[in-house]
């Protein structure tokens, strides 16, 4: 082993955790394993894994929720795993088709006139990248708003023909030798409905960051209505009389006598009865909302809403009266004896993509505003200033258990299950994940903790006196925070972390901090404030010494900043999700009608898991040292605070006022230097 991992540590629970996993392959059985950090997570499912497929010749399915992990895992672990077992091992990652681009799709656009500056510059971009890549998947470029509409007429579909440079294809044929096969959740779960499964040739499975599927199974079954990307969509069609889609195939088609001039003349007439009732539409949307006049950004249930139904149903028919239009008119254009030039061919598969974008919108449209269905919870999101422009309306599952048993439906009992994470358990709820999952309740949870002295660098410190949030005007909490924070950083040097669960406090607090002269020399990360991804954040957050990034949701895990760039997690509140939040808010009422109590099953381990996840955050291999710091007086208070200090592992904690904080800091960091 240390051939291969020179500073590898001899760990007893991920020692254990490989013979688990080994077992549970062999006999086919299904398992949950939480492994903190400190386990050696991944090497330990790893290892038996690749050995088990090679000697049974049997591949294996790794799943995870993160590029990140996936790049670590092919670009740092397998690697690893070769040098001990001195063997090359055959592995493919593989995504679903959307992500690859098609090239025959790319070259039809580069024989055309370009409309915009979105699909000049976007293209220009591809053929740079498509220099570069070996593996032909968009997720690789980061474009705007209209350039990713442009990379989604350039992604391979189901109907676009095998090119002789495929990159979907490839992805196939590697998986198809492989031994192990590395995918994401959102895959994993499509492949369960997918007619011609991929994944039938896998036989066993691991879920590494398992408590991530149900998140996953949520977000491929949500439902969305962006009344801007309808009418980029509805936009992109035009009439014979406008620059867009429909005018260069009307000529196409009347100078090649493909499609008859009434056909084209009808669907014309139907294009522009949609956009007016469409707009309408939403209009009337609109005016049926019961705004509140001094806010600014509004949530409203759907069902809070008297909706007009009338011009809704009569949108929906002009939108499929539109589309059996659109539909005859392809058919007609390659009906005809002579086949079709190049640009023919281009002007008919944008036309055929803006058939399908429409097919799955009037689908949205139904589903959002006509059907009314128990297990989905509908809002609506706008700004008051910008009527229409900002209305979103989304629909979210409020549980996924049917998307879960179809997961592995028939298979389990026949392959091996392995479910995986770091957090995989509350306390006094061990099973609040697995059920979720759809995992039995006689399958085994097995948790492994890394020893004491794995966390021996850390510590947690409660600041005793901060104002309750409850209690203080919003800038009075947000000034205390701003402070405590501002005296944290100079001692530690930057190299933090500051999570928050409200966008709004992130941003008051950095406002309130950027106009003090206190932190002038250190660099300032906020998210959803500094422009830039949550990977470029925190690129540019290890690249400074004296840095602080300030993030909400997406920065509470799933982020690996091992060694010195990280010393001190800020918890500003205890992550539960707001009340008001319409996802939450709609799975607590249905525990409610359950009479469940919805705070004990819901909000509480749901905000347990994300403190848990926080603090992962700080100490990622035996060296690091870190403070762990919580500003809400409510885990000192409340009696269910001490199940969020249960949920760490055993280090130091100390209740401490702001300035004798401040000087415990001072003085640990001088005397660990």
């Not at 629909?395 to 091996?416: C, H, T, W, Y």
Request: glycine share 4%; hydrophobic share 40%.
């Amino acid at each position: 082993m240390t051939r291969a991992f020179p500073q590898f540590e001899e760990r007893r629970a991920q020692f254990d955790m490989m013979d688990i996993v080994w077992e549970a392959l062999h006999e086919r059985q299904e398992c949950v394993i939480e492994a903190s950090t400190g386990i050696g997570k991944s090497l330990a499912y790893l290892l038996p894994a690749i050995l088990y497929a090679k000697r049974t010749k049997q591949k294996v399915g790794i799943s995870t929720y993160t590029a990140y992990l996936q790049e670590q895992l092919l670009q740092e672990e397998l690697p690893k795993i070769e040098r001990v077992l001195r063997t090359n091992v055959h592995v493919a990652l593989l995504k679903g088709m959307q992500h690859y681009v098609d090239l025959d799709r790319v070259t039809q656009m580069l024989r055309t006139e370009l409309q915009s500056y979105d699909e000049t510059s976007t293209l220009l971009q591809v053929l740079v990248w498509l220099t570069k890549t070996e593996t032909g998947d968009l997720s690789e470029i980061t474009v705007t708003g209209g350039g990713q509409l442009v990379l989604d007429r350039l992604r391979k579909s189901p109907a676009a023909p095998v090119a002789s440079v495929d990159y979907y294809e490839r992805a196939l044929t590697r998986s198809r030798d492989a031994e192990v096969i590395i995918t994401n959740h959102a895959m994993l779960l499509a492949d369960a409905t997918r007619k011609t499964p991929i994944y039938e040739q896998v036989q066993a499975w691991i879920i590494d960051e398992g408590h991530q599927m149900v998140q996953t199974a949520v977000q491929q079954d949500e439902r969305l209505f962006h009344y801007t990307n309808w009418k980029y969509i509805l936009g992109q069609i035009g009439t014979s009389e406008e620059h867009q889609l429909f005018r260069k195939l009307y000529k196409h088609a009347l100078r090649a006598q493909r499609v008859p001039m009434q056909v084209l003349l009808q669907a014309e007439k139907r294009y522009v009865r949609m956009m007016r009732l469409f707009e309408e539409a939403v209009q009337a949307i609109v005016h049926a909302l019961s705004l509140v006049e001094d806010d600014v950004k509004q949530t409203v249930f759907l069902r809070d809403v008297e909706l007009p139904m009338h011009i809704i149903v009569e949108t929906r028919d002009a939108i499929v009266r539109w589309l059996e239009s659109a539909k005859e008119i392809s058919e007609l254009f390659v009906s005809g004896t002579k086949s079709l030039s190049l640009e023919e061919l281009y002007v008919l598969h944008d036309w055929q993509f803006i058939v399908r974008e429409m097919v799955i919108k009037v689908a949205e449209w139904e589903n959002l505003f006509i059907r009314q269905d128990v297990n989905y919870t509908t809002w609506l999101e706008l700004d008051v200033r910008s009527l229409p422009g900002s209305l979103h309306v989304l629909q979210k599952p409020i549980d996924v258990e049917q998307s879960m048993r179809a997961l592995f439906r028939n298979r389990r009992g026949n392959m091996s299950i392995i479910w995986t994470s770091g957090t995989m358990t509350v306390p006094h709820n061990e099973r609040y994940i697995a059920n979720q999952l759809g995992v039995a309740a006689n399958v085994p949870i097995h948790s492994f903790t890394a020893p004491a002295s794995y966390y021996s660098g850390a510590k947690m410190m409660i600041v005793s006196d901060m104002p309750d949030v409850q209690e203080v005007p919003h800038m009075q909490y947000v000034a205390a925070v701003a402070e405590a924070v501002m005296q944290t950083v100079v001692q530690t040097e930057g190299r933090s972390f500051v999570l928050f669960t409200s966008q709004q406090m992130l941003k008051d607090t950095v406002q309130f901090i950027q106009e003090r002269d206190i932190l002038n020399d250190y660099m300032l990360f906020a998210q959803g404030v500094t422009s830039g991804s949550r990977m470029r954040l925190l690129k540019a957050f290890q690249k400074f010494p004296r840095s602080i990034l300030f993030g909400t949701n997406s920065f509470w895990e799933g982020v690996d900043v091992p060694g010195d760039a990280l010393s001190a997690v800020i918890v500003v509140r205890l992550p539960f999700s707001s009340p008001e939040e319409p996802i939450f808010k709609a799975r607590a009422e249905k525990l409610t009608r359950q009479r469940q109590n919805a705070f004990t099953e819901l909000a509480l381990p749901e905000a347990i898991l994300r403190f848990k996840q926080g603090f992962g955050r700080l100490i990622r291999s035996s060296q690091d040292r870190g403070v762990f710091i919580v500003l809400d007086r409510r885990i000192d208070t409340k009696s269910y605070g001490r199940e969020f200090i249960a949920s760490l592992p055993p280090i130091d904690v100390k209740k401490l006022a702001l300035h004798h904080m401040v000087l415990a800091l001072e003085h640990w960091y001088n005397n660990e230097r």
